[in-house]
């Protein structure tokens, strides 16, 4: 017979396993039988977000550019043969894409939910970016998104419960000097799926609609960035592993199949995302100074270090110190230097305040940083 400690150990035992079973398996669950696309799954959060969904016994469509990769997430699906379809498609090719969700509804008969999730970066200034640039990753991430939501939203708005989930990400909460293409993309992107989303409840459409807004995420995104002329694209991506990158691609994938399962409006991924959603509203477009003013004052005018000018790092604690410009130093830098003191004073209020958030921020983020590889 137990003992009376020894029941009590069984039974919180048998609680906790109860409690990670409906955690890891109710929002996959809820995916069981559901036909499900998601684009850019060839790596990174999409072919997460694919796994996950295999998992949970949805089937798939799983749109990339990169064939082989793609082919790579099929075998790690471990699906059964026939419920993954995919397909090399380039997102910003809109007859492509139609066509893609066309063979999807004929293959499958249905689709339920489509994650437009495929994504680049690219680093540079308005000034020295061309105008080719800022048109791709402006067709990619803000385009590629359109085409999705609009080739499958015919299927998605016959399904029970249908859904729409687009991806954004931090960068279309907050700007920051040197992304403007890819803030541009990717506050469109928020945008537009906000309106649908209303849409689709003021037409009464059993969609649910979600804007996935993620922060740093352990992926290869950085490795593969476009970047301006004079941009150190080993250094963005140096920075972006080391001091942005912090959440592992299948936590966020988990936290994106629960947060789409509850239909939430917006789905905030990372400790990082989440203060950068609560800052941006305390401060407004105060932000900016802020973020103007780390970026001058840690890189001795600019290098396009994601590490000093993102959304995680911004708040990190640091004095920022007024730094010499070097003759023939160009945009950003010039204007800090002409930055006069009665201005200066209320960056440096700024950055205190700053400082408090990071105090909060960092002690969260010490207890939410996981040690896994990139993807
Ligand atoms: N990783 C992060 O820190 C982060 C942060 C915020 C937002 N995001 C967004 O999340 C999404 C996924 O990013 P990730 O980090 O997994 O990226 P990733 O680079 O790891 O994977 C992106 C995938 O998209 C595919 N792809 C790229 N261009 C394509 C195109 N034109 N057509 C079809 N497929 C294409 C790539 O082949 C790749 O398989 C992107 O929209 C990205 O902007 C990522």
């Known amino acids: 017979m137990h003992s009376l400690p020894h029941t009590y150990l069984l039974v919180s035992m048998v609680g906790i396993a109860i409690w990670v079973h409906e955690r890891e398996g109710k929002s996959v669950g809820y995916f069981g039988g559901r036909v499900v696309a998601v684009t850019g799954a060839g790596a990174g959060i999409g072919r997460e977000l694919a796994v996950h969904l ?4 949805a089937r798939l469509a799983l749109p990339d550019l990169d064939e082989s990769a793609v082919a790579e997430t099929v075998d790690l699906c471990g699906a059964a043969s026939g419920s993954v379809f995919a397909a090399a498609v380039d997102v910003s090719d809109r007859d492509a894409v139609l066509e893609h969700a066309a063979e999807v509804g004929d293959r499958f008969g249905r689709v339920d939910a489509v994650f437009n999730n495929a994504g680049i970066l690219f680093a540079g200034d308005v000034l020295d970016s061309e105008f080719a640039d800022i048109e791709r990753v402006m067709s990619v991430d803000f385009w590629g998104v359109v085409y999705g939501t609009k080739a499958f939203l015919p299927y998605v708005m016959r399904a029970d419960r249908g859904h729409v989930v687009n991806t954004s990400s931090a960068f279309g909460l907050m700007a920051a000097p040197g992304y403007s293409a890819y803030n541009a993309a990717k506050f469109a992107v928020r945008g537009f799926t906000e309106s649908l989303r209303q849409e689709m409840q003021v037409g009464g459409h059993p969609v649910k609609v ?8 352990r992926t290869s995104i950085a490795r593969r ?6 941009v150190d694209g080993d250094e963005v991506a140096r920075s972006f592993e080391e001091r942005i990158a912090r959440t592992d691609p299948g936590e966020a994938a988990r936290v994106i199949l629960r947060g789409v399962e509850r239909g939430k409006a917006r789905v905030l991924v990372g400790t990082d995302a989440r203060v950068v959603d609560v800052v941006t509203r305390v401060l407004g477009p105060a932000y900016q100074r ?14 396009h270090s994601l590490g000093d000018c993102s959304p995680v790092n911004l708040f990190a604690p640091g004095k920022p110190t007024r730094t010499p410009l070097a003759a023939g130093s160009t945009g950003r830098g010039a204007a800090a230097a002409r930055c006069p003191w009665p201005r200066a004073a209320s960056c440096q209020l700024a950055a205190t305040r700053g400082s408090l958030w990071s105090s909060l921020f960092l002690s969260l983020e010490r207890r939410s940083v996981g040690s896994q590889g990139f993807s």
């Open 54 to 57: 295999a998992r949970a016994g």
């Open 210 to 217: 979600t804007c996935v807004v993620p922060g740093g995420v």
């Open 225 to 230: 960035a476009g970047h301006a002329v004079g």
């Open 290 to 303: 802020l973020c103007r003013r780390r970026c001058v004052s840690r890189n001795d005018g600019f290098t």
